[in-house]
């Protein structure tokens, strides 16, 4: 599986009605974290989930869903997160 199918279903308990995930790494080459392995990613994902949440409070609940793969595989991430009624 690769990264990006492995974010998409983490990001899935989030109940996502719109991802988009776009990989940077080869901007990166030779970047510390990409010799390390990790990839950088952008993410603009719609959900419900973030209704009322203040952008800290949504990253917070991406990092969270995506959970281990922030360690290793995800290196760098730069998040778009908006609710339907913004998106």
């Keep these: 599986?690769?990264?990006?199918?492995?974010?998409?279903?983490?990001?899935?308990?989030?109940?996502?009605?719109?991802?988009?995930?776009?990989?940077?790494?080869?901007?990166?080459?030779?970047?510390?974290?990409?010799?390390?392995?990790g990839g950088h990613y952008r993410l603009a994902i719609v959900s419900p989930r973030f209704a009322g949440c203040r952008t800290m409070e949504r990253h917070r609940l991406v990092y969270d869903a995506l959970g281990p793969l922030m360690k290793r595989e995800i290196h760098a991430l730069s998040i778009t997160a908006k609710s339907p009624d913004e998106h």
């Excluded at 199918?5 to 990409?34: F, N, Q, T």
Aim: proline share 3%; glycine share 10%; aromatic share 0%.
């Design 1 to 37: 599986m690769s990264v990006i199918d492995a974010m998409r279903e983490k990001l899935g308990v989030l109940d996502p009605v719109a991802v988009e995930i776009i990989d940077d790494s080869a901007k990166h080459a030779g970047h510390a974290g990409a010799r390390s392995g």
